[in-house]
C-alpha cells in the first residue's frame, strides 16, 4: 500500500504562484509514477503532470510552460504552478502508480480569482 498526503494550495489571483507538495509513505520502493491530476466542479478528473522514476515528466498541454513537476525520490512529489489562471481552479489530487494499482491522495483545493 501506498499512502498520500497533500500540502499547499489555496487561494491566489490571477498571474500568481502557488506550490503544491505531496508526501508518499507506505511501499514507496514499488512506485514507478508519481503525479498531479485535478478535478474542477462538472468536469472529470484530468491529468496535470505525472513523473516516472527515472525522470520523465508529462505535462497535460493546458499547463506547459506553467507548471513545474519534480520529485525527490520516489518519497515526495511537487508542483509549481505559476502565472495562474481562473481556468486552474480545481481539487488537486496527488497519484501515485505502484505494482499495477493507482493510488490517490485526498485533495488540495486551488482557487485562482480573476
Known amino acids: 500500500q501506498v499512502q498520500l498526503v497533500e500540502s499547499g494550495g489555496g487561494l491566489v489571483q490571477a498571474g500568481g504562484s502557488l506550490s503544491l507538495s505531496c508526501a508518499a509513505s507506505g511501499r514507496t520502493f514499488s512506485i514507478y509514477t508519481l503525479g498531479w491530476y485535478r478535478q474542477a466542479p462538472g468536469n472529470q478528473r484530468e491529468l496535470v503532470a505525472i513523473i516516472t522514476r527515472d525522470g520523465r515528466a508529462t505535462y497535460a498541454d493546458s499547463v506547459k510552460g506553467r507548471f513545474t513537476i519534480s520529485r525527490r525520490a520516489m518519497d515526495a512529489v511537487f508542483l509549481q504552478m505559476n502565472s495562474l489562471e481562473p481556468e486552474d481552479t480545481a481539487v488537486y489530487y496527488c497519484?501515485?502508480?505502484?505494482?499495477?494499482?493507482?493510488?490517490w491522495g485526498k485533495g488540495t483545493q486551488v482557487t485562482v480569482s480573476s
Open positions: 497519484y501515485a502508480y505502484a505494482t499495477n494499482v493507482d493510488f
